[in-house]
């Protein structure tokens, strides 16, 4: 056959090395050993690619969905026609004539090819399936399918994180001389596109949700103090202390926000408020769930005891072997279940 009937630099392929390497892309050489076999079938294949050590690649045990979308149809002699939908002068893809760039791809096909394929009216050729739980690579077959094709990796999300994918165009059929510039020129119907993701830690929140039953107003400003300690696979992924302050009885709420999703969460009571005895547990434990807020709840009491202990305890508590001491107003360290002074007898005020 003469090489020459296939147009130079019509047809463009996508050489992914690995999740984390460039977008390789070439352009197509007058060189093949027959003619386009536009009534075969050819084989798109999304795989993740072998030695990716990304979290997608590692830990995501759910379903990717790959969109493919048909942008072409190529003839026998390797010549490109838009089709449908994508037939709109936005997709230029008569830039593959010449040595386009990736950026090129991206702003003169990729991009209006994007904006189409999510119109209502638009549904994808075919959906590749990937069911990480069970293999690293997924395949559909498409009778009569050469052409150039948009994929579109949907994104997911599993307990921890989110991830998304981007997507680009492939040719099929192609070559390994056209892809390499070496090798056979025999034409291959089977083509892949490794997957590249970025993955995005999801966060919830815990609500610690706090009654105090009676208030006595001679004690003045009676303060709680929760530690909130979040453990992943047997790592501390967050500890900070937050303190509730009450001037009445009743109910007050105060929300942690950004802990890491899919954490164990214990909240403890640390310090109780001077003369103020817990009703219930003083540790609650919870499990943070992706944009979600958990909710932890204490009580409180007046214990009868006229100790005088409010406190600003944020930001002014510190732990001294395995001792947690409160910084009282005039600047003392005072250790948690002391009080830093007994207050002088009085007629209790008591509000419940």
């Not at 979290?55 to 379903?63: E, K, L, Q, V, W």
């Not at 593959?96 to 760039?101: H, I, Q, R, V």
């Not at 937050?242 to 999703?261: K, V």
């Not at 204490?298 to 214990?303: L, M, R």
């Amino acid at each position: 056959m003469n090489k020459a009937i296939f147009r130079k630099g019509i047809i463009v392929v996508i050489v992914i090395a690995t999740i984390i390497a460039a977008w390789g892309l070439g352009t197509y050489i007058s060189r093949a050993a027959d003619r386009v076999d536009v009534a075969g079938t050819i084989k798109i294949t999304a795989a993740v690619a072998d030695g990716d050590d990304s979290i997608f690649a590692n830990a995501f045990n759910g379903t990717v969905e790959i969109e493919l979308y048909k942008l072409a149809a190529m003839d026998y002699t390797g010549r490109l026609t838009k089709v449908g939908a994508f037939a709109d002068e936005t997709v230029k893809i008569d830039i593959l004539d010449g040595n386009p760039s990736i950026d090129d791809i991206k702003t003169g096909i990729v991009n209006p090819a994007l904006t189409i394929a999510a119109r209502d009216d638009v549904v994808a050729d075919e959906v590749i399936r990937l069911n990480k739980a069970e293999a690293t690579e997924a395949s559909v077959e498409i009778e009569g399918g050469a052409g150039l094709y948009l994929y579109i990796p949907k994104d997911v999300r599993d307990l921890r994180y989110a991830y998304s994918f981007t997507s680009y165009v492939i040719m099929a059929p192609t070559s390994e001389f056209i892809m390499t510039g070496a090798g056979s020129d025999e034409w291959n119907p089977n083509v892949t596109f490794n997957l590249k993701c970025e993955e995005t830690p999801l966060y919830g929140s815990i609500r610690i949700i706090k009654n105090l039953d009676t208030y006595n107003l001679s004690l003045g400003k009676a303060a709680f103090v929760y530690e909130v300690k979040a453990v992943r696979d047997q790592e501390v992924v967050f500890n900070n202390v937050f303190s509730i302050d009450f001037s009445s009885p009743g109910q007050l709420n105060r929300e942690i926000t950004d802990i890491p999703a899919d954490a164990d969460v214990t909240v403890t009571e640390i310090y109780t408020g001077a003369s103020y005895t817990p009703v219930g547990d003083r540790a609650v434990d919870v499990r943070i769930v992706a944009d979600t807020t958990v909710d932890a709840a204490f009580e409180n009491d007046f214990d009868e005891r006229l100790n005088q202990g409010g406190i600003s305890a944020e930001n002014h508590f510190d732990i001294i072997d395995g001792v947690y001491y409160w910084t009282d107003q005039d600047g003392n360290p005072v250790a948690q279940g002391q009080t830093p002074n007994e207050a002088a007898p009085a007629q209790e005020q008591l509000v419940r």
